[in-house]
């Protein structure tokens, strides 16, 4: 088990917005769907360790997260990249994963060979001396999930990774993470693309109202699809179909 | 932590701005006065200046630079990141000084290469250049910290206003963080001096280890947050108190040990910073000694003021910058040697004065030679400034004759004092 979260409340003063969750973390990829304020991208934040749990336990790579030091362990078996994806401007691509990677902690001496593999497997080599501010949205989310994968990472947080990425940069990036979840990685991707969830997840997890309705693997998402819901595909009427279930019974 | 440090100096968007800093510093350096060249602690004063000047955009590059954050939305990333805040904030400051120190460095070493010629043995004098890098120092930190906090693009016009505020109303005087000019007669003392190094320190460690704005969430440990921003505030708090509390900045310099003098009678002597000064000074004093003979007489040496140990306080005339006030200095000693002085508490002083003044004026020309300068043309009123003049270009004879008939005005006044 890469991480665990035990009935884990969060929330922005007396907002709460996860109420009592409960999460295990294997290696594989891990879809978080839900409708916007259901907390997905709180629970990244908690996971990510960039803020504290408000109760409830949170344990990553075996290090027990109750204290800033042990969340300073934790993070660097955690790759992080957040939904406002912030970059500098001015940094080239190498520059910017190179920052990255000593935030996280990455040794001087590995250092620029991880930089370097990470660049490549987001296909960003030949752009690594271009400076961010010339880069697509789409590429620069590409440098975004390089920056949050140099050093190999055991648990990977990928808060809406696919946004602004064109169709074929899209079947790359699924490319990346199966690749990736065949290196032994835990990666957990917030998204509201529910096909992204079908072409490369292996277990999916639908959230509602800071609770969790769903947990199973796509094909059982697609079996709980109602027959009058709403949706495109078998499994958009499963999502859909869930959340009308967890809405009823919140 | 290096070679973070260099990327941020690499990609700081400061390196478009840094000649503009080295031809602001320069302007100011060699723009305001070239009088300081070949005086070391009048060169090191100037190039403190330089770096006083600085300060305000010290203040905007600080703050831009430390608002970054804000304008990139990097605090996710910083927040879940291994290294605590400090070190990505240190990274950061660090090029920030990097890219203010290199002008004032650069300001401080052209004004050693072009001292180095005239000004004899010697160099800079630390104390200055201290002062001046511990003022840029400071102003780069209250920089940092308004941009660190101050969401926003108009955090730099924030830090200059508040800079230009607080230097204008404190810089001078409480604080005394610059100085306009460095006379030898003046030291830097090492008590003043440090407890400004120490608040400046203290604040560029405050703009590196005080936490960052909280941004969507809670701290890990607000107990700990606060205790870091209450010690820090109290600290910064601390040191102010003590720098204005340490005393003067300057004090009287003690005389020289070997005082500079001439080999030539009369003697000149001066403080050896001033060496640039001496022959021209020494010439000076010389043509007092070819005035129309039997009437004056002119003290064997003269001193610069503060090289006579013991000497009254205001004694020895007083070099700022430019030769122009020697002059009068030399025949304010030649009269003071000559005649006695006067004090009438009836109209007879306004009399006294305008005769003492006038001889004193012609001494003063006479001293100068032939370069008196046309600027200085203004006089007390009743003095007729042209007359003397006029006096100073006829035949020695005649020149003797206007004098005596001043004497002999004195003696009317009252014998004594002629």
């Not at chain 2, 400071?138 to 607080?166: D, E, M, Q, R, W």
């Not at chain 2, 200095?329 to 306004?350: H, I, K, Q, S, Y």
Request: glycine content about 10%; aromatic content about 8%; hydrophobic content about 45%.
């Amino acid at each position: 088990m890469i991480a665990a979260v035990r009935d884990l409340r969060q929330g922005y003063g007396r907002n709460e917005v996860i109420r009592g969750l409960c999460l295990d973390i294997r290696p594989g990829i891990l879809g978080l769907l839900g409708p916007n304020g259901a907390g997905k991208t709180t629970l990244l934040r908690t996971l990510a360790t960039a803020v504290p749990p408000q109760a409830g336990s949170l344990e990553i790579c075996g290090i027990s997260v109750n204290r800033e030091d042990d969340a300073r362990k934790a993070r660097r078996n955690i790759g992080y990249l957040p939904q406002e994806f912030g970059y500098f401007p001015s940094f080239t691509v190498e520059d910017f994963v190179h920052y990255c990677a000593w935030l996280r902690g990455i040794p001087k001496t590995s250092a620029a060979t991880e930089v370097s593999q990470a660049i490549s497997r987001v296909n960003l080599t030949e752009r690594r001396r271009d400076k961010l501010k010339s880069l697509s949205g789409g590429m620069l989310r590409r440098c975004g999930v390089a920056a949050a994968i140099a050093g190999r990472p055991s648990l990977l947080l990928l808060d809406e990774p696919t946004v602004g990425l064109d169709p074929a940069q899209r079947l790359d990036f699924r490319d990346l993470l199966r690749t990736l979840r065949d290196e032994g990685l835990a990666v957990v991707i917030s998204t509201h693309l529910v096909e992204d969830v079908a072409a490369v997840c292996d277990e999916v997890v639908v959230m509602s109202g800071g609770r969790l309705v769903f947990r199973g693997e796509p094909m059982e998402l697609t079996d709980a699809a109602a027959t009058d819901a709403a949706g495109d595909t078998l499994l958009e009427r499963g999502y859909m179909s869930v959340l009308a279930r967890g809405r009823a019974c919140t | 932590m290096m070679r973070v440090i260099w990327l941020e100096t690499r990609r700081s968007p400061l390196r478009w701005w840094l000649p503009l800093f080295v031809v602001l510093n320069l302007a100011i350096l060699f723009g305001r006065s070239t009088s300081w060249i070949g005086v070391w602690p009048q060169a090191s004063a100037a190039a403190q200046l330089g770096g006083y000047a600085l300060t305000a955009m010290a203040g905007a590059a600080g703050s831009w630079c430390a608002g970054r954050e804000h304008r990139s939305g990097t605090n996710g990333m910083l927040s879940a990141s291994w290294r605590s805040r400090w070190q990505a904030d240190f990274a950061q400051f660090s090029s920030t000084v990097l890219y203010v120190g290199v002008p004032y460095l650069i300001g401080a070493g052209a004004a050693a290469i072009v001292s180095a010629g005239e000004a004899g043995p010697g160099f800079l004098w630390p104390g200055y250049l201290l002062l001046g890098a511990g003022t840029l120092l400071l102003s780069t930190a209250a920089g940092h910290l308004a941009g660190k906090y101050l969401v926003g693009k108009f955090a730099p016009t924030v830090a200059i206003a508040v800079l230009i505020l607080v230097f204008g109303m404190f810089g001078s005087r409480r604080l005394e963080l610059f100085v306009l000019s460095g006379m030898p007669q003046e030291e830097v003392l090492a008590p003043a001096l440090t407890a400004r190094i120490i608040l400046a320190l203290a604040v560029a460690a405050a703009a590196v280890l005080l936490p960052g704005r909280l941004s969507g969430g809670a701290s890990w440990n607000r107990l700990r947050r606060l205790s870091k921003v209450t010690i820090t505030v109290a600290a910064v708090a601390g040191c102010i108190v003590v720098a204005g509390a340490a005393g003067p900045l300057r004090a009287t310099r003690p005389a020289p040990a070997v005082p500079l003098c001439n080999a030539q009678k009369p003697r000149v002597c001066m403080w050896p910073d001033h060496r640039k000064y001496l022959p021209e000074i020494a010439a000076m004093a010389g043509r007092l000694t070819k005035l129309p003979s039997g009437l004056f007489k002119v003290p064997d040496t003269f001193y610069e003021r503060g090289v006579q140990p013991n000497a009254a306080p205001s004694s020895g005339f007083l070099l700022i910058n430019e030769v122009f006030s020697v002059p009068d200095a030399l025949a304010g000693d030649v009269m003071e040697n000559t005649f006695r002085a006067c004090d009438f508490p009836d109209e007879r002083a306004d009399d006294y004065y305008e005769q003492n003044f006038s001889m004193k004026q012609w001494l003063a020309v006479h001293a100068y030679g032939a370069k008196f300068p046309n600027y200085i043309q203004g006089g007390p009123e009743d003095i007729d400034m042209a007359e003397i003049y006029r006096v100073t270009r006829q035949p020695d004879a005649q020149q003797a004759a206007w004098v005596r008939a001043r004497v002999a005005a004195l003696k009317a006044i009252d014998p004594g004092c002629a």
